[in-house]
């Protein structure tokens, strides 16, 4: 069931009703029926993959006793720690990974002169949300481990920290000890907290129809037909994809933190307005916070971190970048868009300035932001956005030709839309967007925090019928990130 549909404009209200006015009297009755709703709105798409979240759900709750049970004994503790990770890494590569395995023996045997007729291709569908909900269970057993966390008993609880449905799909990845510690308790509902919450779903909707959305035939027309448009063109197009990433993405982590909020639920930051970001590092502390959390928690330190030799620390980095671009997709692009990034990140290392912005955002004393904020910007939106064509497109193949066309055809050209619609009107909506966020840049989490009744009515009335005007039906309404 995606966020943007007409079933979940009824869905939600339903499921808000039952659970403050039928079930509110009983936390046990309230998680029961989250459950319920949850795997109701999973199985919307495809019932039969249920099991694999029941399957993750319990071997999990299992685990968790199992290394508690043997927590001073680490070389039990650390079998059971490998039987989770076995488990959901083993059942992520089968329905992710294994045709990408295969295809790439094949293809390695071919650049030998051998032909290869594989028949271990599997034709199988990648279950959605699996990325997210295997790294959130995983992170429990990790935490429990680590001593940072005591194994809930209470298997009700723990089911619905799995499969609570606004961040099943496409997180944020929760840590038990955040989401969990909620949902064993009992939870009363909140009027601000529930205000607060329509306005993020507000704010998420507007940033997927009219952002993401509106770019998305504009991006996908320059990325099928690159070898025919010139460089400006292809230059256009990666930009834009950087924006409708941005707006699809941080859209649907805005949409789940509030939905969340409507349930008395605070959900983790996702997304901190990366790209006001000065340098890549920022970035990373901005962009998908919750996956870029886990892997510094949960690969990045206990490899050593940044506490072992600078040596061992840049490749701690590269490690990190590649198995976040594999996690991303099966598929050389996502690697090398990983490495990419990884290198962009060793120099800002190497200078000690990637914790330099970790406390502070651009323009943070002052309203507009310096000449040298500015430039760092650019800079870091321009590299960033550069390692998307590798995100975006399906080959290697295509994404150097796609630069290559960019550097050997250097010319300019108006860009006609693909439906007909006048350009200018995007770059205007686009800019005045570039500007709200740059207003709102130090709290993401209310995007309508202002003093005034009559300023904060005008926005809402401009944000729903911006929707109305740049909604089409002829758009594919799916989430980037339900495909990772």
């Known amino acids: 069931m995606l966020f943007n549909s007409i079933e979940f404009l009824f869905f939600l209200p339903l499921v808000f009703c039952l659970y403050w006015f039928a079930f509110k009297k009983d936390v046990t009755i309230q998680n029961i029926f989250l459950i319920f709703a949850s795997y109701i709105f999973y199985g919307w798409w495809d019932w039969r993959f249920l099991l694999l979240i029941f399957l993750s759900t319990v071997v999990d709750f299992f685990v968790g006793q199992k290394i508690y049970q043997n927590i001073d004994a680490k070389k039990k503790a650390r079998y059971w720690l490998w039987v989770s990770m076995a488990f959901n890494i083993g059942m992520l590569g089968y329905f992710k990974y294994s045709n990408f395995f295969v295809n790439s023996f094949i293809d390695m045997f071919s650049t ?3 032909e290869i007729k594989s028949t271990w291709t599997l034709n199988v569908i990648l279950p ?3 990325s997210f909900y295997t790294f959130q269970t995983m992170s429990y057993s990790f935490d429990i481990y680590y001593k940072k966390l005591t194994p809930s008993r209470n298997f009700i609880a723990f089911t619905s920290f799995v499969s609570f449905f606004p961040q099943l799909v496409a997180g944020p990845i929760e840590r038990a000890s955040n989401l969990l510690s909620q949902i064993v308790n009992r939870r009363s509902f909140n009027y601000a907290q529930a205000t607060g919450g329509i306005k993020l779903i507000l704010w998420g909707l507007f940033k997927k129809m009219v952002i993401a959305d509106s770019l998305a035939p504009i991006v996908d027309d320059i990325f099928a037909n690159y070898g025919t448009y010139p460089a400006s063109t292809l230059v256009l ?5 950087s924006f409708q990433v941005y707006g699809d993405f941080s859209g649907y982590s805005d949409i789940a933190i509030g939905t969340a909020k409507l349930f008395g639920i605070e959900l983790m930051s996702n997304f901190k307005f ?6 890549v590092a920022e970035y990373w502390q901005r962009w998908h916070v919750s996956l870029s959390t886990w892997f510094r928690h949960y690969l990045y330190i206990p490899m050593g971190g940044s506490r072992v030799s600078k040596a061992k ?7 990190i970048f590649l198995v976040s671009g594999f996690w991303h997709g099966a598929n050389w692009t996502f690697i090398f868009w990983g490495g990419l990034h990884a290198l962009f990140y060793i120099p800002v290392f190497l200078m000690g300035r990637n914790r330099m912005y970790a406390d502070n955002v651009v323009g943070e004393k002052t309203l507009f932001p310096t000449p040298i904020e500015i ?5 870091t939106f321009a590299l960033v956005t550069f390692s998307r064509i590798f995100f975006r497109s399906p080959t290697l193949t295509d994404s150097f030709q796609y630069m290559s066309r960019i550097a050997s055809n ?14 200018v009107d995007f770059y205007i909506l686009l800019a005045l967007f570039v500007v709200y966020e740059y207003l709102i840049r130090k709290d993401e989490r ?3 925090k202002f003093k005034s009744k009559i300023v904060r009515f005008l926005l809402y009335t401009v944000v729903i019928l911006t929707m109305f005007l740049f909604y089409d039906d002829g758009v594919n309404r799916s989430f980037i990130y339900f495909q990772f």
Request: net charge positive; hydrophobic share 40%; with cysteine.
């Open 112 to 114: 030998m002169g051998y």
């Open 128 to 130: 959605v949300g699996i």
């Open 237 to 241: 197009g990666v930009c834009l994809f």
């Open 274 to 279: 990366p790209n006001f970001s000065r340098n």
């Open 313 to 319: 620390s840049v490749r701690n980095i590269i490690v």
């Open 375 to 379: 430039l760092q910007v650019l800079l």
């Open 410 to 423: 250097f010319t300019y050209e108006p860009y006609t839309h693909p439906m007909g619609y006048r350009m």
């Open 446 to 448: 209310n995007p309508f």
